[in-house]
């Protein structure tokens, strides 16, 4: 397996291997020096560029090639052209011009644009982002080149995710070496924010995901009662995977690995049928890409085993749901991580001022941080004692608070040592102990030499929360770099600096337990934000402060942000009305006309007893029809309430209030009626309930 791996690996990835093999010298130094230190790339060699990259994808079997790019649906999108075009004699010929590398032209008009451009107004603009390689996809019997790319719309405004997401790596990197060179470090040619994006996921035969609606159109389970286990015995949790489910992930590896995908962990999650892969990190805009593929192959490999896979955050009631953790970090071109404090940080400067930037970026910036962690599914889970809360807040561990606890009191001396656990078993070797333990509860905590944000919802690009990290980060060290350029330069200097900051931003330090009613109490004498719900976060996204800062630091315009408000708002009310409507079709196609079955047949059963003997006793089976018929008029108030509510959303067109709407009585409304139908289900005898139950979803595989 091992020479096959080595065989395998990245066998479908134009990347800088094959560029050196195929490309020209120089081409390939070009090539080599915008991936690497993000130098423009000369025009004049993209034809050289295409024509190889074709040449190579058509020996791999390719016919197609598409611009893969990121809309603002949440999700990846792309139109196939062939490499075919007319010869002069009539003849087919293979051809992909430089300009077609470049720029591709898809209609813009029915992607999400926030008011960013009218219907009429198609015109939209692909761009090669050549620094994330190109690759081919398997799709059916026909290979397909993928080349990643941005997208504009005709007036420049970005369309996408990845637009702004390169857009803020390019600030970061500037800001950082104006830090560095101050530093001393006067050779680094970039600095690369680098992410590694674990992703959560359900699995579930597909037999019973077939039978379910709900699951089919939202991703979740909008009824459903408790299964007599669930995850009480913590017995799932790096447990043995089951033997279909090893096959699942093994596939998934091997085509992972042939997109040069570095997919390194695969587990068992908290809760039954839940999974996890870890890839190793890579620059923020190929992590993105790639992990739209992890989620994209999830999906398309699960069938091949009769498994569907729930990407929802909350696919199952009272029981843990999905996120991602997006562990972030800084290097430099040269290899060497910003973020690593090494044996005595207090002697590290460098390390203590990329520290204390970030510290600050997110205190003066919770909002935002929460904003990109926003949807409507991720609000189930947030603060749900299985995510960490919507309170933003930093986990640095006893070794860094110490650290920046002298630095604040102007007395920055020593380091706590890490040491090691002494084993007491003489077969067993001792152990060396990190510097700080771990806080699942911090959504943002320091885990070494890099953050790991955790509240980023597993359905979700993980644009927007690097976008976010790359530009609050960048603002504070140009403020640095700003306050820095007007004195000596000196070690103190940059510690009077950094010592101020600390006592002005230290109360988003927290490193205790996140999920405690005493922090929520505390958070709020802090003046922390507690931004409970999506329809809480959004509007922060156009407040002045967010607006000025991104503007200053051209990542985005007033009206880029502004569109991505209104399509945060729509999108969250859509998904609900889209559950709203599913529950009602459910409740007539199926729940109530079971209902009525089950009513009918106990009815009859006490007719038949009656007429056997009115010495048998009828009065388990009258209290149970009672019950039934109970519940049978609470569903109807209950759905003709829902309807009711949703009459009244159709009429509202402002976007937040339409939100708000959303959010105050129709999420309530659903919420009584699951409560009342999942109360139904406990009642009915299985063999009459039309839906498979959690037992089945979710230990049935």
Do not use: C
Not at 163 to 191: A, E, F
Not at 204 to 216: A, E, N, P, S, T
Not at 641 to 659: D, G, M, P, Q, Y
């Amino acid at each position: 397996m091992n020479n096959k791996l080595k065989d395998i690996f990245a066998e479908n990835v134009f990347n800088l291997e094959v560029m050196k093999e195929k490309l020209p010298k120089q081409v390939y130094k070009k090539m080599k020096k915008t991936i690497q230190e993000g130098a423009s790339l000369p025009k004049d060699i993209a034809n050289i560029v295409a024509n190889i990259m074709k040449d190579w994808a058509i020996e791999k079997g390719a016919t197609h090639y598409t611009h893969w790019f990121h809309p603002m649906t949440g999700k990846t999108a792309q139109k196939l052209d062939s490499f075919i075009e007319r010869g002069d004699d009539g003849d087919i010929i293979f051809e992909l011009s430089g300009k077609n590398l470049i720029q591709g032209e898809p209609d813009a008009s029915s992607f999400p644009s926030g008011g960013l451009r009218a219907t009429f107004e198609a015109r939209g603009y692909t761009a090669w982002d050549a620094t994330s390689y190109a690759f081919i996809r398997e799709e059916g019997n026909g290979k397909t080149l993928y080349i990643p790319t941005a997208f504009y719309s005709y007036t420049g405004e970005a369309l996408d995710e990845k637009t702004p997401l390169l857009k803020s790596m390019d600030v970061l990197s500037k800001q950082s070496i104006r830090v560095l060179n101050i530093l001393g470090k006067n050779n680094i040619r970039r600095v690369i924010s680098n992410v590694g994006a674990e992703q959560e996921y359900f699995l579930i035969d597909k037999k019973y995901f077939d039978q379910r609606i709900d699951l089919l159109l939202t991703g979740r389970t909008l009824f459903g009662a408790k299964a007599p286990k669930g995850q009480e015995l913590d017995d799932h949790y790096f447990g043995m995977i089951k033997e279909r489910i090893a096959k699942f992930m093994n596939n998934l590896d091997e085509q992972l690995w042939k997109l040069g995908v570095l997919a390194k962990t695969k587990h068992n999650e908290v809760a039954p049928a839940q999974h996890e892969l870890a890839p190793i990190y890579d620059t923020a805009n190929v992590s993105t890409d790639q992990n739209h593929l992890v989620m994209d192959l999830i999906k398309k490999i699960a069938p091949k085993y009769n498994l569907e896979a729930l990407l929802h955050e909350k696919p199952f009631s009272n029981l843990n749901g999905s996120g991602k953790h997006n562990n972030w970090s800084l290097s430099t071109n040269l290899g060497e991580n910003l973020l690593n404090p090494k044996e005595s940080p207090h002697e590290n400067i460098q390390f203590l001022t990329f520290l204390v930037a970030i510290i600050v970026a997110i205190d003066k910036y919770p909002e935002l941080l929460r904003i990109s962690a926003t949807n409507a599914g991720n609000d189930h889970r947030l603060g749900a004692n299985e995510a960490p809360p919507a309170i933003i807040s930093i986990f640095l561990g006893e070794r860094l608070t110490d650290l920046l606890e002298q630095l604040e009191n102007g007395n920055l001396t020593s380091s706590k040592n890490t040491g090691e656990f002494k084993n007491t078993i003489p077969t067993l070797p001792n152990l060396n102990k990190d510097a700080t333990d771990r806080n699942r509860t911090s959504p943002f905590a320091f885990t070494g030499n890099k953050f790991e944000f955790r509240a980023v919802a597993s359905s979700s690009s993980i644009a927007m929360a690097n976008i976010v990290l790359n530009t609050t980060v960048a603002s504070v060290l140009k403020e640095i770099a700003d306050k820095l350029e007007n004195t000596n330069q000196t070690d103190d200097d940059i510690l009077l600096i950094l010592q101020k900051l600390i006592k002005e931003h230290k109360k988003i330090i927290f490193n205790g337990n996140g999920y405690s009613e005493n922090w929520i109490k505390e958070a709020q004498k802090r003046e922390l934000p507690n931004l409970k719900t999506s329809v809480d976060a959004i509007p922060e996204l156009i407040s002045e402060k967010s607006i000025n800062l991104f503007e200053s630091m051209e990542v985005f315009t007033k009206n880029e942000l502004t569109s991505r408000y209104h399509i945060m708002l729509e999108t969250y009310s859509k998904k609900i009305d889209i559950e709203a409507k599913t529950m009602l079709y459910m409740l007539s196609k199926e729940i109530i006309p079971a209902t009525l079955k089950t009513i009918q047949k106990v009815s009859n059963s006490i007719n038949s007893i009656k007429k056997i003997s009115d010495k048998i006793s009828t009065k388990h089976q009258e209290n149970i029809l009672n019950i039934l018929i109970n519940k049978f008029n609470e569903l109807e108030d209950l759905k003709n309430n829902l309807s009711k509510e949703r009459n009244i959303a159709k009429n509202i067109e402002n976007t937040l209030e339409l939100a708000i709407k959303y959010k105050e009585n129709i999420l309530p409304s659903m919420e009584y009626l699951r409560k009342a139908v999942d109360e139904l289900e406990i009642i009915m005898p299985l063999e009459d309930w039309p839906l498979p139950d959690y037992t089945q979803l979710l230990f049935k595989i």
